[in-house]
Nanobody
Framework: VQLQASGGGLVQAGASLRLTCAVS????????MGWFRQAPGKEREFVAA????????KYADSVKGRFTISRDNAKNTVHLQMDNLKAEDTAEYYC????????????????????WGQGTQVTVSS
């Protein structure tokens, strides 16, 4: 399974970006999908997760109300719509896939995810 993240860039605070993760080589519909990020000098952290079934999603508290995760099973893609971006959102963003059972209490755990893409850089200037 290959994951390809794109859509990052340099924006000003308050702007929006939409990240896309394209999945190939597997059955996309069977995966729970997650987004993580890593800022310079910090550990990688959970951002959002979306289950294979509609209605199952989870967000980090820091992005609730500003970020929206969605998926298009017809196009094998997952998106992260990021609105009202802040300087603290600056990081390399990674998408990941998990073929296990959806468990909202565990979807933040990086070890849960079997497949990872390369990152896409998001830089927010204040």
């Amino acid at each position: 399974v290959q994951l390809q993240a794109s859509g990052g860039g340099l924006v000003q605070a308050g702007a929006s970006l939409r990240l896309t993760c394209a999945v190939s080589g597997g059955t996309f519909a069977k995966y729970n999908m997650g987004w993580f990020r890593q800022a310079p000098g910090k550990e990688r952290e959970f951002v959002a997760a979306l289950g294979r079934s509609a209605g199952f999603m989870k967000y980090a508290d820091s992005v609730k109300g500003r970020f929206t995760i969605s998926r298009d099973n017809a196009k094998n893609t997952v998106h992260l719509q990021m609105d009202n971006l802040k300087a603290e959102d600056t990081a390399e963003y990674y998408c990941a896939a998990d073929d296990g059972v959806w468990n909202p209490s565990r979807m933040w755990r990086q070890l849960l995810y079997d497949h990872w893409g390369q990152g896409t850089q998001v830089t927010v200037s204040s």
